[in-house]
């Protein structure tokens, strides 16, 4: 039986949407003929729609039962059609499985394919590492990599498993792990984990964690149990099934035992057919998604929206989401008696010519940009891993770097009160030197995104609470935070410490939306009861992890969406409420004998159109609408 089941769950998959949609045309066009007479084969040609749509309505109905006794819609609707036949009404039964399946491909639509974000992830593990033993390197696979182990790193290698730095210096890109753009620069005693990038030097490692326990497979789990704990949403004409069958059997038994007529009991079954009911949800739906569309969204997961009008909590990744993920000189300060700030700038822009760390080439970048003119060629240009670099500008030896690289070039130095001002606000500070003395500092910080603020007040406003989770330290957060309006901040996330705090808001019974870009925000993008990724900037990774991607990046239209996702539960209940008074009123219709069951398959395909016409109005909702004014809840 099991196997006979596989083989025709298989037989039902064969095609796709595309052999549904081609079986839907054919059955379609048999109906219509039907309904006008036009009857070109020795059967009436509603046999075609009998065949094509409602056998598979039958087979599913029939799995369901064997496998698990599970009651859905597709039971009713077997028993409407097979009760429609027999008594010879097949247009009605052609009908009814039209219109079902109809409603089954629109839910299909909405649903999202199987996402690859985990097979990505395990790409980015590394294969290999450089084994040292014995003075001699030998490159093994990352697998066989042991605790202990002595391991050599190379400027633009992934670290290929966790472990401590022992000799050299460099600076490495933990995006995968914190989110945040800029390199850490890491000596001797650093803890460095699997799957970041090494930027510049070379350095040796003493392995700690490997295998399973690594950081890059600590992540991979955290998706897998991320994606197993968000719980699906089941169709609301699949929830009610049962009430459905129960009451629309016992109906017609009821009028079968008292009017002994059989086309009366029949035609309960035909409009009993929750056929509104099963489009109620999909249409409304589908025509929301193409609302959404229109704003930049792409909507991944079909019924993310219907979580998203439940949504209590906004959790925001910080770099790259929130901000632009890129860094932008945002002071120039001369030391007293030092070359002044532009020609500050213009000394520190043009030693760092030649650099490949971000901020050296942020610094450039933003004074090609400022106006105040162009660089000069730099000479006997050297970039010292983890500290900076040193040129020669117009006959001056520049130094431009961190604190150890002005003292280890003999200057006793101490930063002074306005970077470390600076500083202790989220800016990174670049400390320049000319001809062996201080001559002053450039602050460098990751800036807001122009719409941020008001789209965190626009969601307020709408009843919902901001929160900000960053991997970024305590002062960086506290500062972005203060500028958003945003009162509730945890900095200094890794992926798990994000998870974590989306697990505990569930669990405390308040749903929660996370905002993300990065690799490491997709656990939480996961787990999350909706997860909307940043598709411009962001990973391929966040995005395969989230139900709903940001094309442009253009934040300012998600408290659009929000609102969209309301209103768009509101057409829902309209559509329901209307389905299921209409299906109440023609029962009853059914039972006194005003409707047969051709007329009343019609009268219930009319509360189909009905419901299908409420739910296209969702299409071009909030051209007029302020998004703001929809402080209603789902």
């Not at 792409?298 to 949504?311: F, I, P, S, W």
Request: proline share 4%.
């Amino acid at each position: 039986m099991k196997k006979l089941v596989e083989k025709l769950e298989g037989l039902l998959e064969l095609g796709g949407i595309k052999k549904d949609v081609t079986l839907l045309v054919i059955s379609g066009a048999a109906v219509l003929m039907s309904l006008a007479g036009v009857q070109p084969f020795p059967f009436d040609i509603a046999w075609v729609a009998i065949i094509l749509c409602g056998l598979p309505i039958i087979l599913e109905a029939v799995i369901g039962l064997v496998t698990a006794f599970d009651i859905k819609a597709d039971v009713l609707v077997s028993m409407a059609l097979i009760a429609s036949v027999c008594i010879g009404e097949y247009f009605a039964a052609g009908e009814v499985a039209l219109i079902m399946q109809l409603g089954a491909l629109l839910e299909e639509l909405t649903v999202a394919r199987a996402r690859a974000g985990i097979e990505k992830l395990v790409h980015l593990t590394p294969q290999t590492a450089r084994l040292l033993e014995g003075g001699a390197e030998r490159t093994v696979p990352a697998q066989e990599v042991r605790v202990g182990d002595l391991l050599r790193v190379l400027p633009g290698e992934s670290v290929p498993v966790d472990g401590v730095i022992v000799a050299g210096q460099t600076s490495i890109n933990q995006a995968v792990m914190t989110g945040e753009s800029l390199p850490a620069d890491k000596t001797v005693g650093d803890a460095v984990a699997s799957g970041t990038v090494n930027q510049f030097g070379a350095f040796d490692m003493r392995a700690t964690k490997v295998g399973e326990d690594s950081s890059i497979q600590r992540m991979i789990r955290l998706v897998q149990s991320a994606d197993a704990g968000k719980a699906k949403i089941v169709g609301i004409a699949d929830r009610w099934a049962t009430w459905i069958v129960v009451i629309a059997l016992s109906a017609a038994a009821l009028t079968w035992l008292f009017t002994h007529e059989i086309i009366r009991a029949v035609t309960i079954l035909v409009v009993f057919c929750p056929c509104a009911l099963v489009l109620a949800t999909p249409t409304a739906i589908m025509a929301a998604i193409g609302n959404a569309t229109k704003h930049g969204f792409l909507v991944r997961e079909g019924d993310a929206l219907e979580r998203l009008a439940k949504v209590g909590t906004v959790a925001f990744d910080k770099t790259g989401t929130l901000t632009c993920g890129s860094p932008e000189v945002v002071a120039a300060q001369s030391a007293p008696g030092g070359p002044g700030d532009s020609e500050l700038y213009r000394l520190a822009a043009s030693a760092e010519q030649l650099s490949e760390h971000p901020l050296g080439k942020a610094v450039v970048s933003c004074y090609r940009r400022s106006g105040l003119g162009q660089t000069d060629e730099a000479t006997g240009f050297v970039m010292i891993p983890g500290r900076g670099v040193a040129a020669d500008v117009g006959g001056r030896r520049v130094l431009a770097g961190n604190t150890e690289l002005l003292r280890e070039h003999g200057l006793e130095f101490e930063p002074p009160e306005e970077a470390l001002r600076h500083i202790s606000q989220g800016c990174t500070a670049i400390y320049v030197a000319v001809d062996g003395k201080y001559a002053g500092y450039i602050a460098l910080a990751d800036t807001l995104r122009e719409d941020s603020a008001e789209m965190v007040s626009r969601l307020s406003s709408l009843g919902l609470r901001p929160v900000l989770l960053t991997g970024d330290h305590e002062n960086a957060a506290e500062t972005i935070a203060a500028q958003l309006g945003i009162g509730e901040v945890r900095s200094s996330c890794l992926p798990e410490d994000k998870l974590r705090f989306i697990e505990e808001r569930q669990a405390s019974g308040e749903p929660v939306c996370m905002m993300g870009d990065g690799i490491n925000d997709a656990p939480a993008l996961k787990r999350a009861d909706v997860g909307i990724a940043m598709g411009g900037v962001g990973s391929d990774i966040a995005v395969e992890a989230a139900d709903i991607a940001l094309v442009d990046d253009e934040v300012k239209e998600l408290p659009h969406l929000v609102a969209l996702s309301r209103r768009m539960m509101k057409t829902i209940r309209l559509n329901l409420t209307f389905s299921m008074a209409l299906n109440f009123l023609a029962i009853a219709l059914a039972i006194t004998g005003v409707l047969n069951p051709v007329v009343g398959a019609l009268v219930h395909n009319a509360g189909s159109v009905a419901v299908i016409v409420n739910s296209a109005f969702l299409l071009k909702w909030g051209k007029r609408q302020k998004t703001a004014g929809e402080t209603g809840g789902a």
